[in-house]
């Protein structure tokens, strides 16, 4: 009895989903959509069975049609994706249109990921995220800034090459070095320094807490570039059949940890030591001055967008 009940009940979600979808969809003017979408899943069979890196994928579909050379929608599950596949077509949205594709979608990742949708990739196109870009603008990415910073990178590359040659010259032997993880670290340990201000000591990265820290950053990169099953059909939410949250939440528990140590160890210690004006520096004194625009939960969300930034592109 109870078997039926959950299967009368899966059925009467799954059906009401698609029905809303069915409603959604024909209000709007939507492109030209490839064949082959079955109910519900929509056209993720397409994507999901094909052998072809993804990219290709979507670049065979946008070109079996001539109607789908500029637009083409896929539906995967319950998300409408518009692929474009000209520049007159990415023109057309990203520039004269941007405000309305400002915004990304919601996710499963992002709710654990984004500190609330108040870090500076993952925040709603507004007040909010204006006065993120201009802090960005004016305290990582402006030319006085950079300048200021130099002195972080150089040394950085000084590591890395002195760790290199010390990685070889005790052995004498030619031997393969794994440059990406190298330079993976380097780019750590430069946003490190510039984001509490202490020196880059001797050799890169080789402390047990470092390396931890390298997992998490690794644990978080995946979940942001591919949605969860779950964003595309939500049943899965509501039984968490893979395991996303479950993995999302420690992984996002270890790096709010970390986090936390960072801001607390910097706050005990800056007051003993004279460092180099630092961007924490900057995050507490706007913090005083503006208390409800820089909360923790801001400022946690500054921390992990320059690590991101910095980092996932090296990952390994």
Same mark, same amino acid.
């Given at each position: 009895?109870?078997?039926?009940?959950?299967?009368?009940?899966?059925?009467?979600? $799954?059906?009401?989903?698609? &029905?809303?979808? +069915?409603?959604?969809?024909?209000?709007?003017?939507?492109?030209?959509?490839?064949?082959?979408?079955?109910?519900?899943?929509?056209?993720?069979?397409?994507? *999901?069975?094909?052998?072809?890196?993804?990219?290709?994928? *979507?670049? %065979? +579909?946008?070109?079996? #049609?001539?109607?789908?050379? =500029?637009?083409?929608?896929?539906?995967?599950?319950?998300?409408?994706?518009? $692929? *474009?596949?000209?520049?007159?077509? $990415?023109?057309?949205? @990203?520039?004269?249109? =941007?405000?309305?594709?400002?915004?990304?979608?919601?996710?499963?990742?992002?709710?654990?990921?984004?500190?609330?949708?108040?870090?500076?990739?993952?925040?709603?196109?507004?007040?909010?995220?204006?006065?993120?870009?201009?802090?960005?603008? !004016?305290?990582?990415?402006?030319?006085?800034?950079?300048? %200021?910073?130099?002195?972080?990178?150089? =040394?950085?590359?000084?590591?890395?090459?002195?760790?290199?040659?010390?990685?070889?010259?005790?052995?004498?032997?030619?031997?393969?070095?794994?440059?990406? #993880? &190298?330079?993976? /670290?380097?780019?750590?340990?430069?946003?490190?320094?510039?984001?509490?201000?202490?020196?880059?000591?001797?050799?890169?990265?080789?402390? &047990?807490?470092?390396?931890?820290?390298?997992?998490?950053?690794?644990?978080?990169?995946?979940? $942001?570039?591919?949605?969860?099953?779950?964003?595309?059909?939500?049943?899965?939410?509501?039984?968490?059949?893979?395991?996303?949250?479950?993995?999302? %939440? !420690?992984?996002?528990?270890?790096?709010? %940890?970390?986090?936390?140590?960072?801001? /607390?160890?910097?706050?005990?210690?800056?007051?003993?030591?004279? &460092?180099?004006?630092?961007?924490?520096?900057? *995050?507490?004194?706007?913090?005083? /001055?503006?208390? /409800?625009?820089?909360?923790?939960?801001?400022?946690?969300?500054? @921390?992990?967008?320059?690590?991101?930034?910095?980092?996932?592109?090296?990952?390994?």
């Amino acid at each position: 009895m109870d078997f039926l009940f959950i299967l009368f009940f899966i059925t009467t979600l $799954v059906l009401t989903v698609y &029905k809303l979808q +069915l409603i959604k969809t024909t209000k709007k003017n939507l492109p030209p959509s490839p064949p082959g979408a079955l109910p519900i899943i929509g056209h993720l069979r397409l994507v *999901l069975s094909a052998t072809k890196p993804f990219h290709r994928t *979507l670049q %065979a +579909l946008s070109s079996s #049609s001539t109607q789908y050379a =500029d637009y083409m929608l896929l539906k995967l599950g319950v998300r409408n994706v518009v $692929v *474009l596949s000209s520049p007159h077509a $990415v023109e057309e949205c @990203i520039h004269k249109n =941007d405000v309305a594709f400002a915004n990304r979608p919601h996710s499963i990742a992002f709710d654990y990921y984004s500190y609330n949708y108040t870090q500076i990739s993952m925040t709603d196109y507004g007040p909010h995220w204006r006065n993120l870009r201009r802090f960005t603008t !004016a305290n990582i990415f402006s030319s006085t800034s950079l300048h %200021a910073s130099s002195d972080v990178r150089h =040394d950085a590359v000084r590591c890395l090459l002195r760790d290199l040659y010390k990685s070889t010259n005790n052995i004498g032997a030619p031997q393969k070095i794994d440059l990406k #993880s &190298k330079f993976f /670290e380097l780019t750590f340990n430069s946003t490190m320094s510039m984001l509490t201000g202490d020196p880059i000591g001797d050799g890169l990265c080789h402390t &047990k807490e470092n390396n931890w820290f390298f997992d998490v950053l690794r644990g978080a990169k995946a979940p $942001v570039l591919f949605l969860a099953p779950g964003d595309y059909l939500p049943i899965f939410n509501y039984f968490d059949v893979f395991k996303v949250k479950q993995s999302l %939440a !420690a992984s996002s528990k270890n790096r709010d %940890a970390y986090f936390e140590e960072i801001i /607390e160890r910097y706050r005990s210690n800056c007051l003993a030591k004279k &460092k180099p004006k630092s961007i924490l520096d900057v *995050l507490f004194s706007l913090q005083q /001055e503006h208390p /409800e625009q820089y909360n923790h939960l801001i400022v946690k969300g500054i @921390i992990l967008a320059m690590f991101n930034g910095a980092t996932q592109t090296t990952s390994p």
